[in-house]
């Protein structure tokens, strides 16, 4: 799973709307005292992907990468063994700095070994979809990551590999056919 981060998993450009030193008051929450934090549904998200050991990955092309990681550092979120954890200890791999996309993926291969296939991104720039060029599937943010994005990209994903997933209620059904046959 690899996510950007401007307007992906937070609301703003770092390298515009945020002016250093970063604070955050006390022990809060996924709060910043310069107005950053996650959209309200991807600390969940984050700790659901690691409970599952998901490698989670960051692309992002933004020119602050030193803040930008500072931001991840002292942003808190619940871990999932209910202790409040830094944001970064969520991400095993980042690729912090300007440049395209496909040189970001392509350090991201190069490191976890994980094929192109098998990855999924979350981005809100159009320009971005380049990245399905190397077989990465790409899921387009329009409001901020959520669970609605995010169920919709791993369904896209799961399509695209030919997974297909049995609800409970199909399955009832199924056994009920079979009972009547």
């Keep these: 799973m690899v996510f950007d981060l401007d307007y992906t998993l937070w609301d703003l450009w770092i390298d515009t709307h945020i002016s250093p ?14 107005s950053l934090d996650f959209y309200p ?25 030193d803040l930008a990681r500072e931001a991840l550092s002292l942003l808190l979120v619940p871990d ?29 291969h190069k490191k976890t070994g ?3 296939e098998e990855m999924l991104f979350f981005d809100d720039e159009h320009r971005n979809f380049e ?30 590999r030919g997974i297909k997933i049995v609800s409970k209620d199909s399955l009832a059904e199924s056994r009920q056919e079979h009972h009547h046959d």
Excluded: C
């Design 80 to 108: 999932i063994d209910g202790k409040i954890v830094r944001s970064s200890s969520y991400f095993q791999t980042m690729e912090i700095y300007p440049s395209s996309k496909l040189k970001h993926f392509k350090a991201i």
């Design 21 to 34: 030193p970063l604070k955050r008051h006390a022990d809060d929450i996924n709060h910043l005292t310069d």
């Design 131 to 160: 990245v399905e060029s190397l077989g990465v599937t790409m899921q387009f943010i329009t409001d901020g990551t959520g669970r609605k994005a995010f169920n919709e990209g791993l369904a896209l994903w799961r399509k695209r």
């Design 114 to 116: 994980i094929p192109y």
């Design 41 to 65: 549904e991807v600390p969940g998200i984050l700790k659901e992907l690691k409970e599952r050991r998901i490698h989670i990955a960051i692309a992002s092309r933004t020119g602050e990468g």
